[in-house]
């Protein structure tokens, strides 16, 4: 895993560091029309309290460790971002994913400013149409068996309806006692990528040009509107 990162401040300049990483991973995701593109960073940050005797203009300082990476599709099957990152870390430790508490708990031992989070381009996905377990639950479960697991998620857009509706990810840290927080400012550029392959592809035929008449007996046609987004 990556060495300890240098010292920071907190800042919100510190958050879209992270999250330009995040999109730079979710770049290497295939576009596909059923999934959006995501990224994630799984890191142990280490706090340093500011000592007697500084101003109250400095800042506390910490330092990052990065325990994980992630981005959707990266393994086999119809896999999400968190999933692959949380699932790679487990097997670097040698546990199975659902006792990936175990080394995170580990990697924190009993420093009391020591904190594990997650940094991810979209709020952690809470339902999932092929029943695969969402990536919300998968974060909770890291504090089985009373572990501390994930304290914080930082994510720079919530979930889109387009395929579950109102999501319910952010509900579900929030009843598990998990901070999270939206990061403003990459809105537009976490979209686009994560949108890609959504729209007409290059060679189809867009609706805008098809007659009226064929619009009208398309939409006459049965159809199932579940069938393109079963692999969500």
């Known amino acids: 895993m990556a060495a300890p990162q240098p010292y920071h401040t907190t800042e919100l300049s510190t958050h879209l560091h992270y999250l330009t990483q995040c999109l730079a991973l979710a770049a290497y995701s295939p576009p596909k029309p059923t999934n959006f593109r995501v990224g994630a960073i799984l890191l142990l940050r280490r706090y340093f309290p500011p000592t007697l005797g500084t101003t109250p203009d400095q800042q506390t300082t910490f330092e990052d460790k990065i325990l994980s990476t992630g981005y959707t599709l990266e393994h086999r099957g119809n896999t999400h971002a968190e999933q692959c990152c949380l699932s790679k870390y487990a097997s670097h430790h040698g546990v199975p994913e659902e006792d990936v ?19 991810v381009t979209m709020e952690p996905c809470g339902k999932r149409l092929s029943g695969n377990k969402p990536c919300a639950v998968r974060i909770v479960e890291a504090r089985n068996h009373g572990r501390a697991g994930i304290d914080r998620v930082y994510f720079g857009v919530k979930e889109p309806g387009t395929f579950v509706g109102q999501s319910q990810g952010c509900k579900m840290l929030d009843a598990a006692g998990i901070g999270w927080e939206l990061v403003e400012g990459m809105e537009d550029e976490i979209l686009k990528v994560a949108k890609a392959g959504h729209g007409p592809r290059e060679g189809e035929t867009n609706v805008d040009d098809i007659s009226i008449e064929e619009q009208k007996r398309q939409k006459e046609m049965p159809r199932n509107p579940k069938k393109r987004m079963m692999e969500i």
């Open 101 to 119: 508490g175990i080394p995170l708990q580990k990697e924190r031992g009993d420093d009391p400013n020591a904190k594990i989070l997650m940094y």
